[in-house]
T-cell receptor, first 114, second 116 residues
Framework: DAKTTQPNSMESNEEEPVHLPCNHSTISGTDYIHWYRQLPSQGPEYVIHGLTSNVNNRMASLAIAEDRKSSTLILHRATLRDAAVYYCILRDETWYSSASKIIFGSGTRLSIRP | GAVVSQHPSRVICKSGTSVKIECRSLDFQATTMFWYRQFPKQSLMLMATSNEGSKATYEQGVEKDKFLINHASLTLSTLTVTSAHPEDSSFYIC????????????FGDGTRLSIL
């Protein structure tokens, strides 16, 4: 499985933007970049995903490097409810691929200061 | 959006008993379901993948006779932890996908299993 590297932890202030980095230097052409987050005592929650172009949704933005070897999840205005573990995951989405199951790395634990 | 429901959310039982956890897709047909396990302060670890009507595929190191998975319908999968022991205490999370590999994978809210 293609591997991702994330910082173990990050801290940010409430109401400020947060940039969560992810390195994936061995990404292949059919790998999509997915971000999930896990709040305490809950299952993972989908945040955003993309292939090559930057993506925006109501939760966050995803900025993907031109060479696709890194990406950044951007929370535009952090709230206390955004405190969670954020996972950056590569997923082969070729429709017949047996490698499309989601494998979690260690993620980044994000703390938000009030 | 797609909802995956797990039941129970928490279970406490004595060592040696078997425990069944249910995972249901509420508004879509889950052709593929996944079971994960998560120990405190660790990441999720994939245990097995099951397709409806087929035997589950277990990840390396996961005992299939210990963790019985049944995926008999397109909306229900069950995980049975047989003869549970304290070391089986963990947070078990199911996930479901409708259709092919390029479809989203949705997660349940987990079941916290405590074996006394």
């Amino acid at each position: 499985d293609a591997k991702t590297t994330q910082p173990n932890s990050m801290e940010s202030n409430e109401e400020e933007p947060v940039h969560l980095p992810c390195n994936h230097s061995t990404i292949s052409g059919t790998d999509y970049i997915h971000w999930y987050r896990q709040l305490p005592s809950q299952g993972p929650e989908y945040v955003i995903h993309g292939l090559t172009s930057n993506v925006n949704n109501r939760m966050a933005s995803l900025a993907i490097a031109e060479d696709r070897k890194s990406s950044t999840l951007i929370l535009h205005r952090a709230t206390l409810r955004d405190a969670a573990v954020y996972y950056c995951i590569l997923r082969d989405e070729t429709w017949y691929s047996s490698a499309s199951k989601i494998i979690f790395g260690s993620g980044t634990r994000l703390s938000i200061r009030p | 959006g797609a909802v995956v429901s797990q039941h129970p959310s928490r279970v406490i039982c004595k060592s040696g008993t078997s425990v069944k956890i249910e995972c249901r897709s509420l508004d879509f047909q889950a052709t593929t379901m996944f079971w994960y396990r998560q120990f405190p302060k660790q990441s999720l670890m994939l245990m097995a993948t099951s397709n409806e009507g087929s035997k589950a595929t277990y990840e390396q190191g996961v005992e299939k006779d210990k963790f019985l998975i049944n995926h008999a319908s397109l909306t229900l999968s069950t995980l049975t932890v047989t003869s549970a022991h304290p070391e089986d205490s963990s947070f078990y999370i199911c996930s479901a996908r409708e259709g092919g590999s390029n479809q989203p994978q949705h997660f349940g809210d987990g079941t916290r299993l405590s074996i006394l």
